[in-house]
């Protein structure tokens, strides 16, 4: 199969998401019916003023380098310049951070929550319980794994695909091997990360815990609590673990268990956003933005 390298027109299963981020986070957990339901109800906070050290969008710090990106699910810089979007339609985008172009990977593969790049593949989740694995090359691509619970965050660890499901568990699908659930009692957690260590990292939005999970063992331990529903999971180059709450975005040092502020995002409703090695973020909202050195905030 070849990959087309023709410029992208997104088809309209690809809405501008409206919603707040916190609103999104609720549409989500309303989702997954009886593993997030709480009864809570939800207050928007007033409309937020900049102050030293938000980053605003658009702005330097913060730029939309692909407006017709339009909203994908999950984002996956593969830190060699180039960027790969998922869509709940099923498609799989490219976006070139050097030229600008946007094109099809491939097409088909269904609700997609997830994608995860490594060693030329994709890696991406779906809704259905399929786990698959996308030839970046050519676009073809296979099942690794299917009839799970509903799966969402992906990562890859030396010669093993990771995945969270909609039952709290963390699921290791090894390179030619069969699906087995390492970890459980985790919550619902929309993304999944990894150390250098091999320890994982999860957001559980129903309970706002930021866990910490031995994927040998099984052994979790809670980070930090009481973070409202938190919908972004990412290890920094600097051994540190961030994530996002509402505009809010924080850090915490996995050793010592210490949490601090690190920004607001204030312009965009954004849901979560993916790091790349450099440091910068990107996440979505009506097209994919780039918020230049978060790590360094």
């Known amino acids: ?43 928007l906070a007033a409309p937020a003023v900049a102050a030293t050290g938000d980053v605003k969008c658009p702005s330097t710090d913060c730029v939309r380098i692909a407006p017709a990106a339009g909203s994908p699910v999950a984002i996956a810089p593969d830190n060699a310049g180039a960027v790969y979007l998922a869509y709940s339609g099923g498609d799989l985008l490219e976006l070139d951070l050097a030229t600008g172009a946007l094109d099809t990977v491939t097409t088909g593969l269904g609700n997609l929550r997830g994608v995860a790049v490594a060693g030329g593949n994709a890696y991406v989740t779906g809704f259905d319980g399929r786990l698959q694995q996308v030839d970046l090359a050519t676009g073809s691509h296979r099942t690794l794994a299917s009839g799970l619970p509903s799966l969402f965050g992906v990562a890859r660890f030396g010669t093993t695909t990771y995945v969270t499901d909609g039952n709290g568990e963390i699921v290791a699908v090894p390179d030619g091997g069969t699906a087995r659930v390492v970890a459980t009692g985790l919550g619902f957690s929309y993304g999944l990360a ?32 009481e973070a409202y529903e938190p919908t972004s999971i990412s290890v920094g180059g600097d051994g540190l ?17 210490v949490q601090s502020h690190v920004t607001n995002l204030l312009g965009i409703n954004a849901f979560s956003f993916s790091l790349a090695a450099s440091g910068d973020a990107y996440t979505a909202n ?11 905030r």
Request: glycine share 12%.
């Open 1 to 43: 199969m070849t990959r087309s390298t023709t410029a992208t027109r997104l088809p309209l299963d690809r809405p501008t998401r409206s919603l707040t981020s916190r609103g999104r986070a609720l549409g989500v957990a309303l989702a997954l019916g009886a593993l997030l339901a709480s009864g809570a109800t939800m207050t």
């Open 194 to 225: 990894f150390d250098k260590a091999g320890l994982a990292y999860t957001a559980d939005m129903g309970q706002g815990r930021i866990l910490q999970t031995n994927v040998t063992t099984g052994a979790t331990r809670v980070l930090a609590s």
């Open 241 to 257: 673990v961030y994530f996002q709450v509402g505009d809010e975005v924080k850090r915490v040092n996995p050793t010592t268990g």
């Open 286 to 296: 009506d097209g994919l933005w780039r918020i230049n050195g978060l790590t360094s």
